[in-house]
């Protein structure tokens, strides 16, 4: 009898943990369909979503006929980001997004350093490097910076966290898009 009972617990214990790993892969893929539906409501047309977890790290890819998005909170910069954009020494990759396999995106960093000096760390990158600065913007902790260069563009943000006592940059980037890039 005392057989019997370890038999019919270590039976229960793994239909419990295969019931939560089968649970957990149906209510993502429940989860993909439900954002696919929405997304196709709002843009009108077929949307294909892809949800990849590992621990606490997410990354998720949509595809409609106009492109591709992805967006990752791997702590990886994304394939393809452009060699020629400064990144600050010691940075920790928040999350980033890209959209057209890599052309354009956005990277959120962390540093440690205030935002005085990460903002004046990306200016003098931007100058000594020959890029055309098109715009600038500082308010209290706030600082935006917007460069252009041999077609491309690239806009960085660099604020307070309020939730730590980080500095956050957030670098955006993509082809620069003119009036007539944008009739077509």
Same mark, same amino acid.
């Given at each position: $009898?005392?057989? &019997?009972?370890?038999?019919?617990?270590?039976?229960? @214990? @793994?239909?419990? !943990?295969?019931?939560?790993?089968?649970?957990?892969?149906? /209510?993502?893929?429940?989860?993909?369909?439900?954002?696919?539906?929405? $997304?196709? %409501?709002?843009?009108?047309?077929?949307?294909?979503?892809?949800? #990849?977890?590992?621990?606490? %790290?997410?990354? $998720?890819?949509?595809?409609?006929?106009? +492109?591709?998005?992805?967006?990752?909170?791997?702590?990886?910069?994304?394939?393809?980001?452009?060699?020629? @954009?400064?990144?600050?020494?010691?940075?920790?990759?928040?999350? *980033?997004?890209?959209?057209? #396999?890599?052309? /354009? +995106?956005? !990277?959120?960093?962390?540093? *440690?350093?205030?935002?005085?000096? !990460?903002?004046?760390?990306?200016?003098?990158?931007?100058?000594?490097?020959?890029?055309?600065?098109? *715009?600038?913007? *500082?308010?209290?902790?706030?600082?935006?910076?917007?460069?252009?260069?041999?077609?491309?563009? !690239?806009?960085? &943000?660099?604020?307070?966290?309020?939730? /730590?006592?980080?500095?956050?940059?957030? &670098?955006?980037?993509?082809?620069?898009?003119?009036?007539?890039?944008?009739?077509?």
């Amino acid at each position: $009898m005392k057989k &019997i009972i370890v038999i019919v617990a270590v039976l229960l @214990i @793994i239909f419990i !943990v295969g019931s939560m790993f089968v649970s957990r892969i149906v /209510s993502r893929k429940l989860g993909e369909k439900t954002l696919e539906r929405a $997304m196709e %409501k709002a843009s009108g047309g077929k949307v294909d979503v892809d949800v #990849n977890q590992d621990g606490d %790290k997410v990354e $998720m890819t949509w595809e409609t006929e106009e +492109g591709q998005v992805q967006v990752s909170s791997k702590g990886t910069l994304p394939k393809g980001f452009p060699s020629q @954009i400064p990144l600050y020494k010691g940075y920790k990759i928040a999350g *980033s997004m890209t959209t057209d #396999n890599g052309a /354009s +995106g956005t !990277v959120s960093l962390s540093v *440690s350093d205030d935002t005085e000096k !990460v903002y004046s760390y990306y200016q003098d990158e931007f100058e000594s490097n020959n890029w055309n600065i098109s *715009s600038t913007y *500082s308010a209290d902790e706030a600082k935006y910076i917007s460069v252009e260069k041999d077609d491309f563009r !690239v806009s960085i &943000i660099v604020n307070k966290d309020t939730n /730590s006592e980080d500095t956050m940059i957030v &670098i955006s980037y993509g082809p620069n898009e003119t009036d007539q890039n944008l009739e077509e």
